[in-house]
């Protein structure tokens, strides 16, 4: 497509240089792609394993006990504070699996758009929201571990322990939209030169 016009618009050499280094780039992203995923997601899972923290003890029984005062014996509130962290955690993690799962499938695209057709530099942006999604787990456990330590001060009343306890859930659901304010803030051509670094280290 590119070629075709310009030839038609009877462009320079340098245009047809630009468009042979374009092909270059996109193939070489392309190859490099599957590698640099499985280095990233596979640094995730380490991290995310080495400061995985356990449920605060304490905040469970509690949460169960303020959900039993406020709405007396319904079952429905005594079924919530049992499985809360569970669902939780099983709804985070299935909109995690979609969420990386789809920005894989664009992948091609914003290559492509962004290489061989020059539309957009939608490239920057796309490893940067790929980036800040992958790295979810590592700073839901951060934040758990930050939670568990500041918990002590916190257990004094049942209502703080539910304060407590729903701000660092949202914390932890809102993780990803933090990271990706703080890389739109950051030199997005580090970030990426960074992560191709990465991927040399992990050749």
């Known amino acids: 497509m590119r070629t ?4 038609a618009t009877i ?10 280094k374009d092909v270059i780039t996109f193939f070489g992203l392309i190859a490099l792609f599957p590698m640099l995923i499985k280095l990233l997601l596979g640094s995730v899972a380490i991290l ?9 003890d304490g905040v469970q029984s509690t949460l169960e006990k303020f959900l039993k005062e406020l709405n007396g014996d319904s079952v429905i509130f005594e079924v919530l504070g049992k499985i809360g962290d569970i669902a939780i955690q099983i709804f985070v993690q299935s909109i995690y699996s979609v969420l990386i799962a789809v ?3 664009v992948a091609p695209v914003f290559i492509f758009t962004s290489t061989i ?33 500041l918990w002590p001060h916190f257990q004094e009343s049942p209502i703080r322990t539910v304060i407590f306890w729903g701000v660092i859930q949202l914390l932890q659901l809102l993780s990803p939209i933090f990271c990706i304010v703080l890389f739109r803030s950051m030199s997005s051509t580090g970030v990426i ?9 992990g050749l």
């Not at 530099?121 to 590592?138: D, E, K, R, T």
């Not at 030169?193 to 280290?201: D, E, F, L, Q, R």
């Open 117 to 149: 057709l020059k539309l957009s530099n939608g490239i920057q942006a796309y490893f940067q929201s790929l980036l800040a999604m992958a790295l979810w787990p590592v700073l839901w456990n951060l934040l758990g571990v930050l939670g568990k330590a």
């Open 103 to 105: 920005l894989l499938a």
């Open 4 to 7: 075709v016009f310009l030839s």
């Open 48 to 56: 995310s394993a080495k400061i995985s923290y356990t449920q605060i």
């Open 193 to 201: 030169s960074a992560a191709v670094k990465a991927v040399g280290m």
């Open 11 to 20: 462009s320079g050499a340098h245009e047809y240089s630009a468009l042979f």
